[in-house]
Each structure stands twice: as C-alpha cells, then as structure tokens.
C-alpha cells in the first residue's frame, strides 16, 4: 500500500519562497506518478504540478508556471516542490497524490489512488 507523508509548509511573506516535500513508500517509486494537489477554504481541491517518476517528465498548472519547480529523487523516494514568488492566493493546504500516470492526474483529484495528509502553506501580504 503506497503511503506519502508531506512537509515543509509554512508561514512566508508574499514574495518569498518554500520547499515541500513528499515522502513515498509502500510500492516501486518510479511507477508513479506524483502530483501536488492544493485546496484552499471553500475551494474544490486543484492540481497544481506532476512529474512522472521514471521518466521525469513534468505537468504544471498555468497559475504556478514559472514559479514552481517539482523534482523527483529516486534515491531518496521523495518528491520536491519548489515554489518561489508566492502570492497570498497560493495559500492553501498542499496535498501530494500518487497516481498511474500525469495525464491521469491532470484529469482532477478523483484520479489520485493514494494521498498524503496534507500540509499547510500560508502566504501573508
């Protein structure tokens, strides 16, 4: 059974940058796909990135492009998120999900097979 456990949210000023992680394990990494999901109050729950573990290949939602850098290491069977020049409506509850593949996982959250309990990241303005 495939467990994620996320960290790494915070507290950051608008402008300012985060690194969150998600741990894998239960299964093969590099089977999976890994996509960073994020739900604000009130708001359905939306993708945000994907990467493709065995081949690294890569998905981003138009409102993080530029900003956001997901990565992959297969040594340490942890998926990274790098996001920089937060803004206040990045705020929201970072979920990662793992899936079959990242044109699954564009498709929405009921496409994630297992997720991670989420962590919490907050930009002020």
């Known amino acids: 059974e495939v467990q994620l456990v996320e960290s790494g949210g915070g507290l950051v000023q608008a402008g300012g940058s985060l690194r969150l992680s998600c741990a894998f394990s239960?299964?093969?990494?590099?089977?999976?796909?890994i996509g960073w999901f994020r739900q604000a109050p009130g708001k359905e729950r939306e993708g945000v990135t994907c990467?493709?573990?065995?081949?690294?290949?890569?998905y981003y939602a138009d409102a993080v492009k530029g900003r956001f850098t997901v990565t992959s290491d297969s040594a340490k069977n942890t998926v990274f998120l790098q996001m920089n020049s937060l803004k206040p409506e990045d705020t929201a509850v970072y979920y990662c999900?793992?899936?079959?593949?990242?044109?699954?996982?564009?498709?929405?959250?009921?496409?994630?097979?297992?997720w991670g309990q989420g962590t919490q990241v907050t930009v002020s303005s």
């Open positions: 990467i493709m573990n065995n081949d690294r290949s890569t």
């Open positions: 999900g793992a899936g079959s593949s990242c044109f699954r996982l564009r498709l929405g959250a009921r496409q994630v097979d297992s």
């Open positions: 239960g299964s093969t990494f590099d089977d999976y796909a």
